[in-house]
């Protein structure tokens, strides 16, 4: 039987002796029955406030301490495979890069069933068969995790709002995180035609519902897979840990959702009418990943408003090949046009993880969405897919802020305007 552990609330900042000690009773229990082999699932470097990395390395350095196999495996989902540099970052120096295993999310997987479309569409009160799709959710993992010999795995991640299943992690780490297509597409465009505003911040939802039938139907009988999760929140300074929970059960889920829920969530008096948002370099290179500053503002922002994402790193819109070609070819204009779209186009509805992001970064004609970036992607790539675009050191300058100094929160900016300004889009969910 797995041991429970749930350390932490909204008002304690968990420290080096708490994580140490966390780290210790994980290794006790994932030793008890002297596994030969165990597989790690951290997110990737576009979690880096997660403290994953960190949590992954301790256990990997005490596991292999006891002559246990260890390999991580990042739960890029449909993400760009991670480099040397960046598993560095993540996960430090002493973990070797072949002990670092690549998610191909289209090829290394092993199909294990289905869940049936009706059920599918039920789950959606029928708009997916208003959107033209029937179709069953195809639940798929690495083959690693069936057929790779491993004794236990471990997930490894933050509970935090999400766009597309309310809160992230658990099983959306496996069926997703290390999933494949079929899972990933249907869950995102299910996701998506529910609505993102019914769904965000909350722990109940379509997508959770249909991703936990899969796990406990489909993947729970064949693998003994564990859960570490972290809730961490922003600050005025920085970030704090706020909580630590490990088991096997959906009750340990619950726990750290509900503790997100306390510290990810910011309910603003009013909406505002300018709002900006600033990517780390390390985490948004593609508008697919930056989106986030669309996705967790959009209930904050009034109608007539303004969104300004600062985005010096941004070089692209997908992290997939085929997703960027779809994402420059039928850009962000908003829920209908996205719906007829994937009515007419096959390679739309082949790739429908595409067509709700598509959907997910429009603000629906709302407010204005400009992309500030730096020298690698042009002005009229960002504005051919819709949105407008300005210069980043120019809009810095104009603006007054300094990403390193700033602190989030409501200010007057240097062109007399005022503004709510957030540095960590990824670890928050506002609305008004």
């Not at 670092?100 to 999310?105: D, V």
């Not at 597409?185 to 997508?207: K, Q």
């Not at 997908?318 to 085929?322: P, R, V």
């Given at each position: 039987m797995t041991d429970t552990i749930r350390l932490g609330d909204a008002n304690t900042a968990l420290t080096p002796a708490d994580i140490n000690n966390t780290l210790d009773a994980i290794t006790h229990d994932l030793t008890r029955n002297k596994p030969a082999s165990v597989l790690l699932l951290p997110p990737d470097i576009t979690r880096l406030d997660s403290r994953a990395g960190e949590l992954a390395a301790g256990l990997y350095q005490r596991l292999t301490a006891q002559d246990v196999r260890v390999r991580l495996m990042p739960a890029l989902g449909t993400h760009r495979p991670m480099t040397p540099e960046q598993n560095r970052r993540m996960f430090g120096p002493d973990i070797p890069d072949d002990h670092?295993?690549?998610?191909?999310?289209?090829?290394?997987?092993?199909?294990?069933g289905q869940l049936d479309a009706d059920w599918i569409n039920n789950l959606s009160d029928g708009k997916l068969a208003r959107a033209g799709i029937d179709q069953p959710m195809t639940v798929a993992v690495n083959r690693a995790l069936i057929e790779g010999g491993f004794d236990t795995i471990l997930s490894i991640g933050q509970v935090v709002p999400h766009e597309v299943i309310g809160m992230a992690n658990y099983t959306k780490n496996?069926?997703?995180?290390?999933?494949?297509?079929?899972t990933i597409?249907?869950?995102?465009?299910?996701?998506?035609?529910?609505?993102?505003?019914?769904?965000?911040?909350?722990?109940?939802?379509?997508?959770r519902t249909a991703l936990n039938r899969g796990f406990d139907t489909l993947v729970k009988p064949r693998a003994d897979i564990r859960f570490l999760?972290?809730?961490?929140?922003?600050?005025?300074?920085?970030?704090?840990?706020?909580?630590?929970?490990?088991?096997?059960?959906?009750?340990?889920f619950l726990a750290?959702?509900?503790?997100?829920?306390?510290?990810?969530?910011?309910?603003?008096?009013?909406?505002?009418?300018?709002c900006v948002v600033y990517l780390e370099p390390e985490e948004f290179t593609s508008t697919w990943l930056g989106n986030k500053a669309v996705y967790r503002t959009r209930m904050a922002i009034a109608d007539g408003g303004e969104l300004i994402a600062l985005a010096p790193a941004l070089e692209t819109f997908?992290?997939?090949?085929?997703i960027?070609?779809?994402?420059?070819?039928?850009?962000?204009?908003?829920?209908?046009?996205?719906?007829?779209?994937?009515?007419?186009?096959?390679?739309?509805?082949?790739?429908?993880?595409?067509?709700?992001?598509?959907?997910?970064?429009?603000?629906?004609?709302r407010?204005?969405?400009?992309?500030?970036?730096?020298?690698?992607?042009?002005?009229d790539q960002i504005q051919s897919v819709g949105y407008q675009h300005a210069d980043y050191q120019t809009t810095l300058r104009q603006l007054g802020i300094d990403p390193e100094t700033t602190p989030p929160g409501i200010h007057t900016l240097a062109d007399g305007k005022p503004a709510f300004y957030i540095n960590k889009p990824a670890l928050g969910l506002w609305s008004a």
């Open positions: 670092i295993l690549p998610h191909r999310w289209r090829d290394d997987l092993i199909e294990l496996i069926l997703i995180g290390v999933g494949g297509p079929g597409h249907l869950s995102h465009f299910l996701g998506a035609v529910c609505g993102m505003e019914s769904i965000m911040g909350r722990i109940d939802t379509p997508v999760f972290t809730a961490v929140e922003a600050t005025t300074t920085g970030t704090a840990l706020r909580g630590l929970f490990y088991g096997d059960t959906p009750d340990d750290a959702a509900q503790l997100s829920q306390q510290i990810n969530l910011t309910k603003l008096p009013e909406k505002v009418d300018r997908g992290e997939d090949d085929a960027n070609r779809l994402i420059q070819r039928f850009g962000y204009h908003g829920t209908p046009a996205t719906l007829d779209a994937v009515r007419n186009d096959n390679d739309l509805r082949h790739n429908l993880s595409a067509a709700a992001h598509l959907i997910h970064g429009s603000s629906e004609g407010f204005t969405i400009t992309y500030a970036t730096g020298p690698d992607i042009s002005a």
